[in-house]
């Protein structure tokens, strides 16, 4: 079935089997890139369609916020005929994408083995929560893993309860690693012509993810705590009090450092011996943290901003997500990209990256739950 997209991956044929969020994230960025992705749901669709408020008109916006650009067939794999036809699209299909619990599509000979057998080049992403061994049988979902993983631990005031943080991290984590693997199995498959299968759990996102934090503990024995908003290894490097709002100030190098000093007036407080280096200034936080704070209180965090980032301070506003976009407008990132026409328009995120050649392409607005079942049957059935 010719597809018109244009992007780079125009002409990759995606099979996606994977619903909710890691799965789905992974199949948009690479549907924006030009695949041409045939999300597989159930019958009653999948769950984040069911996942409000808030809404747009009456559909969900954690749907539509990660299904752009694909195509909606609804098979129930439990009926041999529609398990026939997803077998069928497998392939086909250049890359399978699925996050069942591990094993769990080898009953209807979608598992890996069974693809790779009837399609020697496809390459076959499997999302999990904790791997295919020991973990199988643990449902993966954030949460659990932001707990499991230490991340809680790091996140909150240093005498509360651990936080959670703010959006399911890992599952955003786990969808890039999955396309980063796609997109390097595909180069492989370019050069031999063998298809591969590529593994990707939420634990080891959310470990590798903890980065400096996982470094600590394995590289040095540290077993790190949260902080509230402050950084073990650097100051300042969190919000700052101003005369109105709160301002973070990231001076996370010496040179950093001096400029901010002579932005605020004290370019002496950079010379001494108590604040000199970087290491200096994280021993000794709390004796700096005053000197900082009696010159930010003079004037409010949008003038401190202006004079900081003009003298090359990082520094920024606590935004809420409206504030966020109206910066991203400001720096002109164009930030929120319009897909479908007339009624089915569907303002989204953009992609975030840019190409010079080859440009991404939002094709289709997020389907409805089996919107393009009847095209889809009839090419995998006259093709067979």
């Given at each position: 079935m010719a597809d018109p997209r244009t992007g780079p991956l125009a002409g990759l044929l995606?099979?996606?089997?994977?619903?909710?969020?890691?799965?789905?994230?992974?199949t948009m960025l690479l549907a924006d890139m030009g695949a041409d992705v045939v999300k597989v749901e159930g019958p009653h669709g999948d769950e984040t369609r069911t996942w409000m408020p808030p809404v747009?008109?009456?559909?969900?916006?954690?749907?539509?916020?990660?299904?752009?650009?694909?195509?909606?067939?609804?098979?129930?794999?439990?009926?041999?005929?529609?398990?026939?036809?997803?077998?069928?699209?497998?392939?086909?299909?250049?890359?399978?994408?699925?996050?069942?619990k591990p094993g769990g599509l080898a009953k209807y000979g979608l598992d890996f083995d069974a693809v790779h057998a009837a399609n020697p080049g496809v390459v076959y992403a499997s999302i999990s929560g904790f791997g295919a061994g020991a973990g199988a049988k643990v449902p993966g979902y954030d949460l659990m893993v932001q707990a499991i993983s230490g991340l809680m631990s790091l996140t909150g005031d240093p005498?509360?309860?651990?936080?959670?943080?703010?959006?399911?991290?890992?599952?955003?984590m786990a969808g890039n690693h999955a396309v980063i693997g796609i997109l390097a199995a595909l180069r492989h498959r370019d050069a031999t012509g063998e298809g591969q299968h590529v593994e990707v759990n939420?634990?080891?996102?959310?470990?590798?993810?903890?980065?400096?934090?996982?470094?600590?503990?394995?590289?040095?024995?540290?077993?790190?705590?949260?902080?509230?908003?402050?950084?073990?290894?650097?100051f300042p490097y969190e919000p700052l009090p101003t005369a109105d709002n709160d301002l973070i100030v990231a001076a996370a190098n010496d040179g950093q450092f001096r400029k901010l000093c002579v932005v605020l007036g004290i370019p002496e407080i950079a010379d001494d011996p108590r604040f000199a280096r970087n290491a200096d200034r994280t021993r000794n936080r709390e004796e700096l943290r005053?000197?900082?704070?009696?010159?930010?209180?003079?004037?409010g965090a949008a003038e401190w901003f202006d004079l900081l980032v003009e003298a090359?301070?990082?520094?920024?506003?606590?935004?809420?997500?409206?504030?966020?976009?109206?910066?991203?407008?400001?720096?002109?990132?164009?930030?929120?990209?319009e897909v479908g026409?007339?009624?089915?328009?569907?303002?989204?995120?953009?992609?975030?990256?840019?190409?010079?050649?080859?440009?991404?392409?939002?094709?289709?607005?997020?389907?409805?739950?089996?919107?393009?079942?009847?095209?889809?049957?009839k090419w995998l059935a006259d093709n067979a």
């Open positions: 995606v099979a996606d089997f994977s619903r909710v969020l890691a799965g789905p994230y992974a747009r008109g009456e559909v969900s916006t954690y749907y539509l916020g990660v299904n752009r650009g694909k195509r909606s067939i609804a098979l129930d794999l439990r009926d041999d005929a529609d398990a026939a036809t997803g077998r069928e699209l497998a392939r086909r299909a250049d890359v399978v994408i699925e996050n069942f005498d509360g309860p651990p936080y959670r943080a703010g959006i399911s991290v890992f599952d955003v939420l634990l080891s996102s959310a470990l590798t993810g903890l980065v400096n934090h996982s470094s600590a503990y394995v590289a040095g024995g540290v077993v790190p705590l949260r902080m509230g908003n402050a950084h073990p290894s650097v005053p000197i900082l704070t009696d010159r930010l209180v003079t004037r090359g301070v990082p520094c920024g506003p606590i935004n809420t997500i409206d504030g966020g976009f109206a910066m991203a407008e400001k720096f002109e990132l164009d930030p929120v990209v026409e007339g009624e089915r328009a569907v303002p989204t995120t953009r992609h975030p990256i840019r190409f010079s050649a080859t440009p991404v392409d939002y094709a289709l607005p997020p389907p409805e739950l089996d919107e393009h079942g009847a095209e889809l049957r």
